[in-house]
């Protein structure tokens, strides 16, 4: 939970997770439309999928490996997690890289390079770091103290040179670029895209819903029936081809939400029938929290109970 999403927005996603798994066994048992629904809000829904799948791998093969080789075999597991599970799971000697790492030794040997052509650099600085011998006694210990470095002293802006361990050593410092590093290549801006999204609802209080593909953006997510997303805007009778049914749609507003790689803008429309026939499945309102809506659909959800 914590790749790609800050602590605090993670904690209570955490407490509800590990409370309705507290195993690894009872994490491969559930269905994946409950482990989605609980992260949603979370994004990056890849992250659930292959927590859901490395739990069934883990727990088919009787354990967690304790070689770094074996965990990147895992879904879901790559060179970060991996040196993370090793090190302060099974207390190994390996030096996991996160943000805090990276910036860290960036500022600690200089590398002025910027993300993320830098990154082979700063492993190969934080693997000389893993060398010394109280890292290799306490490795455990080396990889949460690195994290806590970075998040509490080396800071990304204002870092606290006066009361870091590391003060003298530091090359950034010495050279006046510890408020500089790591460097960042400029960000490219994110294009725009555009959808139509049909909020289809009965009489007797049911909506009809549909899932999108196990693999891609959003995989295995639920959402309401609708268009793709492209970049040109869709007009009004164009978009309508695509309504689950014929029906007398209205307007309902306007959802606009940011993916990583591009802003998307949806234009609800909404419409009430006595009886719901389209394409996907029909689900209760009044039990959409049991369901794997992504934030985006959540937004339509409560812009359609406005309308």
């Known amino acids: 939970m914590l790749q790609q999403t800050t602590v605090t927005a993670v904690i209570p996603y955490y407490e509800t997770f590990v409370s309705r798994f507290p195993t690894v ?38 354990g967690f490996p304790r070689d770094q080789a074996e965990l990147l075999e895992l879904p879901g ?16 000697p390996a030096v996991p890289v996160d943000g805090n ?31 010394d011998p109280d890292a290799r006694a306490r490795p455990s210990d080396f990889a949460q103290a690195l994290f806590d470095l970075g998040a509490s002293i080396c800071s990304p802006s204002s870092p606290g040179c006066a009361v870091c361990p590391w003060m003298e050593a530091c090359a950034a410092r010495r050279l006046g670029l510890e408020n500089e590093l790591p460097r960042r290549a400029p960000k490219k801006s994110r294009p725009l895209r555009h959808g139509v999204h049909f909020w289809l609802a009965d009489m007797a209080g049911n909506v009809l819903l549909r899932r999108r593909p196990a693999s891609g953006l959003l995989g295995g997510m639920v959402e309401l029936p609708g268009t793709s997303w492209r970049e040109a805007a869709w007009p009004e009778p164009e978009a309508l081809k695509h309504a689950p049914m014929a029906v007398d749609w209205r307007p309902a507003g306007q959802v606009r939400h940011g993916f990583t790689h591009f802003q998307l803008t949806i234009d ?40």
């Open 25 to 62: 066994e009872s994490l491969a048992a559930a269905d994946l439309d409950v482990v989605l629904s609980l992260w949603a809000g979370l994004g990056y829904y890849a992250r659930a999928r292959n927590l859901h799948a490395c739990a069934k791998a883990v727990v088919a093969r009787g």
């Open 77 to 92: 597991i790559g060179a970060y997690t991996a040196a993370a599970v090793v090190s302060i799971g099974f207390n190994i």
């Open 268 to 307: 609800l429309f909404a419409a009430q029938v006595t009886t719901i026939d389209g394409h996907g499945f029909i689900h209760p309102l009044t039990r959409l929290d049991e369901v794997a809506l992504p934030s985006v659909m959540r937004k339509c959800v409560t812009l359609a109970g406005r309308a």
């Open 101 to 131: 790492v990276e910036r860290v030794t960036s500022r600690l040997f200089a590398l002025t390079e910027p993300l993320p052509g830098v990154k082979r650099a700063i492993r190969a600085a934080a693997d000389r770091l893993g060398q």
